[in-house]
């Protein structure tokens, strides 16, 4: 089974911190990503990872960066948490290929900025 | 740009009736179309896909979804609910060769 895990199941930080969201996935996947899901908004990608080292933005990047140092590994960082980045943070990885692939997500981190 | 619509924020069926999830879509070409579910506490887990060939594709848990072209649409269906089906309900379609672009979601509540 593929797994995808993150590194907290809940977090909570102070408005100013800085904050770091870390993912793993045991299946080489090539591709990585990082949403965030709000009740009503469904998921917005915030950044992907199609390589190692190589990033792209998404939909709603702003106040985030993300680091893949290694193929197994993808991180969010909030450089300077706000209370409007309050959200549950999920993570997901895929092949990269022609048709589509099927992206596997981890279970959520649920952050809460006070 | 590609996108999705979930027209229904919740649905509400009682146990061993029909489930149906209602979906449209908006893109251009071919479009690669995906069902997820959310159970509480839970990530995404993936249901179906449908990339090309029959209109109707099975999946998980005896789900399916029919694919529409001249109504664009994709709904998700399953013939006989339980209520361990009550979750939270994504469609979503591919963007470029990476992205999947998500609608808002619907929640099914299965009533015993």
């Known amino acids: 089974d593929v797994k995808v895990t993150q590194s907290s199941r809940y977090l909570v930080k102070r408005t100013g911190e800085k904050v770091f969201l870390e993912c793993v996935q045991d299946m080489d996947h090539e591709n990585m990503f990082w949403y965030r899901q709000d009740p009503g908004l469904g998921l917005r990608l915030i950044y992907f990872?199609?390589?190692?080292?190589?990033?792209e933005k998404g939909d709603i990047p702003e106040g985030y960066s993300v680091s893949r140092e290694k193929k197994e590994r993808f991180s969010l960082i909030l450089e300077s948490a706000s209370t409007n980045q309050t959200s549950m943070y999920l993570c997901a990885s895929s092949f990269s290929g022609v048709q589509a692939e099927t992206q596997y997500f981890g279970p959520g981190t649920r952050l809460l900025v006070l | 740009a590609q996108s999705v619509a979930q027209p229904e924020d919740q649905v509400n069926v009682a146990e061993g009736n029909p489930l149906t999830v209602k979906c449209t879509y908006s893109v251009s070409g071919n479009p690669y179309l995906f069902w997820y579910v959310q159970y509480p506490n839970r990530g995404l887990q993936f249901l179906l896909k449908y990339i090309t060939g029959d209109n109707l594709v099975k999946g998980s848990y005896g789900f399916e979804a029919e694919f529409n072209k001249s109504q664009t649409s994709f709904h998700l269906k399953k013939p006989s609910a339980l209520v361990s089906d009550s979750a939270l309900y994504f469609c979503a379609v591919r963007e470029g060769d990476y992205k999947l672009s998500f609608g808002a979601g619907t929640t099914v509540t299965v009533r015993a």
């Open positions: 990872s199609y390589d190692v080292k190589m990033k």
